[in-house]
């Protein structure tokens, strides 16, 4: 009988385990563009042969992780406002305002400059991105096999932390910006 508690014990500890670990990977997810997460996990097993890489496929998945990266970093230097048409329109954000600006009318462009968070926001995107791309299974199997079997509590461990690190450097920096692959804002007041 106490051999069937343990295992119980033991299957229950390796259910927590993994629900603290999608948890983590899911809060960290909420920090990237929804777009670029869901081109990576929906071409990601189909590049990868579902970890059973071959030489093609880790240069495809390759271009994949670089692609959806420089989106993540690209959205951080984005932003929308609604137009006098009422329309959601999205620009690129610089040190003058957004740009392109079309029928912007009477809403000042000029707020929506770059600062120093933005660079913080997408370096931090780039690394959650990192974390999870380069995490995911198939990547692991794909690119470093052995990995998977020798370093399961760093991948249990590492999402959850960088996701902490990130959550508390958004809260010093909190983003302001609705771009590309994040929800647009509702009001003209957003920036």
């Known amino acids: 009988m106490a051999g069937i508690g343990t295992s119980n ?21 909420k920090l990237l563009p929804s777009g670029t997460v869901f081109l990576f996990q929906f071409l990601n097993p189909l590049l990868t042969n579902n970890g059973h890489c071959h030489t093609a496929n880790k240069y495809l998945t390759t271009i994949l992780i670089t692609v959806c ?61 990192a974390v999870v791309a380069l995490l995911d299974p198939n990547t692991v199997r794909c ?20 996701g902490t690190v990130a959550a508390t450097v958004f809260l010093v920096f909190p983003n302001k910006r609705h771009g590309i692959g994040y929800p647009s804002s509702k009001t003209t007041d957003d920036s």
């Open 143 to 162: 690119f470093y096999p052995g990995f998977e079997s020798q370093e399961k509590v760093l991948m249990m461990v590492l999402p959850p932390i960088i």
């Open 69 to 129: 990266g420089f989106s993540c970093c690209f959205s951080s230097f984005t932003d929308s406002y609604i137009g006098v048409d009422g329309l959601t329109h999205y620009g690129v954000v610089t040190v003058s305002g957004l740009w392109p600006a079309p029928l912007s009318g009477s809403v000042d462009l000029s707020k929506y400059k770059l600062g120093v968070g933005d660079f913080v926001h997408a370096f931090l995107s780039l690394v959650v991105f």
């Open 9 to 29: 014990s033991k299957k229950s500890s390796k259910k927590t385990m993994s629900s603290k670990t999608l948890t983590g990977a899911g809060n960290l997810i």
